[in-house]
């Protein structure tokens, strides 16, 4: 079965621009979450949807939101660039429940210059 | 607050030898634990979840309460184990999400 898919996988935006990223997760999983990895932070949970409703929500600031649509499919947007953004953001789907332990994408390399 | 402590950034053993990276958690209630697994230009993988007590490529994780830890063992490391490893926390709270611990760098060396 075709894996967790994110696109684009590159992406190079300047300060005070705003991002989407997608993500398609494994079919018949409901629940993707979206993490922000870092070499200074790590991975950091940035906020979970299932059935089109935010479940989660990480400590990041209210430029960073997301949504769910019918189909599973979800999206982040980034507004008012900051340098500090510039990472690899995951997104990761599961059945409905991180007991089973999430399937992660290959992610997407944000640089803010 | 949650927390995953993994100390040891980079750990270092001969093919062969056994292997234990550490892991210690810091939650009050009853947690879920996992360890994810990053090889060369993969995905970041789920390797195990403790409550499903399962050894997967040799590897096993005995959840310990009372030290809070869930260190990852081997009993002979082999080269293709080289990767990233992370520890992760959840079941916070009813909250669907992972907390990672910053990863153990593991290599083997032949």
């Known amino acids: 079965k075709a894996g967790v898919t994110q696109t684009p996988r590159y992406l190079i935006k300047t300060r005070g621009q705003q991002v989407t990223l997608s993500c398609s997760p494994i079919s018949g999983h409901r629940s993707v979450s979206w993490y922000q990895q870092t070499p200074g932070q790590g991975l950091q949970f940035l906020f979970e949807y299932f059935s089109e409703t935010q479940r989660n929500k990480g400590n990041f600031p209210g430029r960073f939101s997301g949504r769910q649509f019918s189909n599973s499919r979800s999206e982040m947007n980034v507004s008012t660039l900051e340098l500090g953004d510039s990472a690899l953001y995951l997104c990761?789907?599961?059945?409905?429940?991180?007991?089973?332990?999430?399937?992660f994408g290959s992610g997407t390399r944000l640089t803010v210059v | 607050a949650q927390r995953v402590t993994q100390p040891e950034k980079l750990l270092s053993v001969f093919k062969g030898a056994p292997v234990e990276l550490k892991c210690n958690y810091s939650y009050s209630g009853s947690p879920e634990l996992f360890w994810y697994v990053q090889y060369s230009r993969q995905r970041l993988q789920l390797l195990l979840r403790?409550?499903s007590r399962e050894s997967i490529k040799g590897f096993t994780a005995d959840l310990n309460k009372g030290e809070t830890s869930f260190h990852l063992k081997k009993p002979f490391a082999q080269e293709e184990d080289s990767a990233m490893y992370y520890c992760?926390?959840?079941?916070?709270?009813?909250?669907?999400?992972?907390?990672f611990g910053q990863g153990t760098r593991l290599t083997i060396n032949p």
């Open positions: 990761a789907s599961s059945l409905g429940s991180a007991s089973y332990g999430y399937t």
């Open positions: 403790h409550i």
């Open positions: 992760a926390l959840s079941g916070i709270q009813g909250a669907q999400k992972l907390v």
